[in-house]
């Protein structure tokens, strides 16, 4: 004879009560999970997938129930409480396994529409911050990294620099150019030098050559002639010339040395020297002419050149008849053509005397037919010289 148990099923506050065999027979069917979920359909009218089998066991904890072997420990839980509950009321009745039937609810179906729609818009602000705040955070590493490589550019460029001024190259350049300096300054005081001494030997020469013919002739026409020169200002390097022969209180160890070879100025007072011993009473006027033509060559640089006496400046014998040997006429004609080349550039040759303190006339004179009158090209010319 087989056992046989009451099957309670509540939902809603209904409860349904079965007899259900424990053992599979002919008569009633055995109790199983499967039998149970049957019972459940046939009696709510609930598919399984909305529904859920809970039953509460000796402590009172309520213990779900998704399949047969959960259900057989159920219904073994549930058989023995009921044993116990039957023996202290000293009955004979069957015993019983009580299962619960709660309905599936959906988090979604209590929620109102409104809210589920502030729900999920907030989800997707959620998820449009945290895509900002990645995108932040990738910002800053990435504006840190380029600090960083920024200031090892930095540095990288301070130690260049400070390697490339500790240079020996640079040093050894900074030692070139300042011996190319000082060379170039070298060069120009000796050009200087060199311009001045010949500028000296001219007019000293001119002075030379003055002296010697009034030493020769002796004769009271050549005093005359000079006095006259002197007071109508004509010559002032025949004046310049003079003045030694009159300082006789200088030192005689002051020697000048003539060099006739350097000075187209010494040809031609030579040359005019030599024809006023020969012919002076025919050529005097020419003479005088050509005397103001060197005085004007000369002038420029007299503030600058120191003429000794007249024991210094003599000549010898063989320097003399070399001053005689000159011809005459050729002379006067070079004397001409320059002082018509100096005649046309008279206002130029201000303007150079009045910037630069020695000035080669000669020179002045080719540059500016050079140049057209051009005295900013001339002055250039002869700064870089």
């Not at 000293?90 to 709660?102: A, G, I, P």
């Not at 002075?207 to 026409?221: D, L, M, P, Q, Y």
């Not at 003479?287 to 033509?293: D, F, I, K, L, T």
Request: with cysteine; glycine share 6%; proline share 2%.
């Amino acid at each position: 004879m087989s056992e046989h148990v009451v099957l309670k099923l509540s939902h809603a506050g209904e409860t349904h009560r079965t007899t259900v065999a424990l053992h599979k027979t002919d008569r009633c069917e055995q109790l199983s999970y499967d039998l149970v979920v049957a019972k459940v359909c046939e009696t709510f009218g609930k598919p399984p997938c909305q529904w859920t089998l809970v039953y509460r066991d000796d402590e009172g904890d309520v213990i779900t129930v998704s399949h047969a072997l959960e259900f057989d420990d159920a219904c073994h839980v549930l058989l023995r409480l009921s044993s116990n509950s039957n023996s202290i009321n000293s009955n004979r009745k069957l015993r019983s396994v009580h299962f619960y039937v709660l309905s599936h609810v959906s988090f979604r179906e209590k929620l109102v529409a409104p809210v589920l729609q502030k729900v999920v818009a907030l989800a997707q602000l959620a998820r449009e911050v945290a895509t900002l705040v990645r995108t932040r955070e990738m910002l800053d590493k990435g504006r840190e990294s380029f600090v960083r490589f920024a200031g090892g550019a930095v540095s990288q460029a301070g130690a260049a620099m400070s390697h490339i001024c500790s240079s020996d190259v640079l040093v050894r350049g900074r030692e070139s150019l300042g011996h190319s300096a000082a060379h170039t300054r070298t060069l120009l005081s000796s050009a200087r030098s060199g311009v001045s001494t010949r500028l000296q030997r001219a007019g000293s020469a001119v002075a030379a050559g003055i002296e010697r013919r009034r030493s020769a002739s002796g004769s009271s026409f050549d005093g005359d002639f000079m006095v006259d020169d002197m007071k109508r200002g004509v010559s002032p390097v025949v004046a310049s010339a003079s003045a030694p022969a009159s300082m006789s209180l200088l030192p005689r160890e002051v020697t000048v040395t003539v060099d006739l070879r350097h000075s187209s100025v010494l040809a031609s007072v030579e040359d005019r020297t030599a024809g006023n011993g020969e012919v002076r009473d025919e050529d005097e006027e020419t003479s005088r002419s050509e005397v103001e033509a060197d005085a004007e060559v000369a002038a420029a640089q007299e503030s600058e050149t120191a003429y000794e006496s007249d024991a210094d400046t003599l000549c010898d014998e063989e320097e003399d008849r070399e001053w005689d040997i000159v011809d005459d006429s050729r002379g006067n004609t070079a004397n001409e053509a320059v002082a018509g080349i100096e005649g046309n550039w008279t206002r130029e040759l201000n303007v150079l005397r009045s910037v630069l303190v020695e000035l080669d006339h000669d020179r002045c004179c080719d540059l500016l037919s050079q140049y057209n009158g051009d005295v900013e090209a001339v002055l250039v010319k002869l700064t870089n010289v």
